[in-house]
């Protein structure tokens, strides 16, 4: 199926550095939201977006809907040990309702 | 609240036995969503419900995959029979409307899924 283009693929980062990632799609989305995964978990929502240039936060995170609508971005700040994981963007169309279309995933490993 | 619940949490089994994985989604969520998570494709959505009712089907591999949803607060994947490559996470996922109520902006909530192993 359809994945969304996530860069970096993998991070590798000491802590209380700040870390950015971002999705791209060949096509537009009307929703953009990112998830985490811990190993061995499902994957966790973080944030989500829904109006184009839209920016918004949750703790430490911030996340951003980019104006074309077809890409998006993550941005975690003085990053953490417990930040490790697997960072997921998802797209998703108004048209075809409930389906997500996610991306490759961000591998983040944080060292002290 | 409780969480979307699978189970079993592992499972192996033998190349051409039937497999059963279950699923309980949040309650009060009309949309639920069977993933598969393997190293080589990522997140696929194999089939998605609403209402109880299988809207798309298209991602669902082949006949030996199967999905039901017999009411709001229980479904199965089955694979029968099953195959090596079938080896892989299941996810079951549900969620519903957002606060504005519009359709294709909902948010799913993902179970701790059913890690297979088919030998």
Known sequence: GQQLNQSPQSMFIQEGED???NCTSSSIFNTWLWYKQDPGEGPVLLIAL????????????????????KDS?????ASIPSDVGIYFCA???TGTASKLTFGTGTRLQVTL | DAG?????????????????????????????????????????LL???????????SGMPEDRFSAKMPN???????????????????????STKNRWGLAGQETQYFGPGTRLLVL
């Open chain 2, 4 to 44: 979307v619940i699978q189970s079993p949490r592992h499972e192996v089994t033998e190349m051409g036995q039937e497999v059963t994985l279950r699923c309980k989604p949040i309650s009060g969520h009309d949309y639920l969503f069977w993933y598969r998570q393997t190293m080589m494709r990522g997140l696929e």
């Open chain 1, 91 to 93: 797209g998703q169309f």
């Open chain 1, 50 to 69: 829904y109006k184009a240039g839209e920016l918004t936060s949750n703790g430490r995170l911030t996340a951003q809907f980019g104006i074309t609508r």
């Open chain 1, 19 to 21: 870390v950015s990632m």
């Open chain 2, 72 to 94: 709001a607060s229980f479904s199965t994947l089955k694979i029968q029979p099953s195959e090596p490559r079938d080896s892989a996470v299941y996810f079951c996922a549900s």
């Open chain 2, 47 to 57: 089939i998605y419900f609403n209402n109880n009712v299988p809207i798309d089907d």
């Open chain 1, 73 to 77: 971005f993550l941005n975690i700040s």
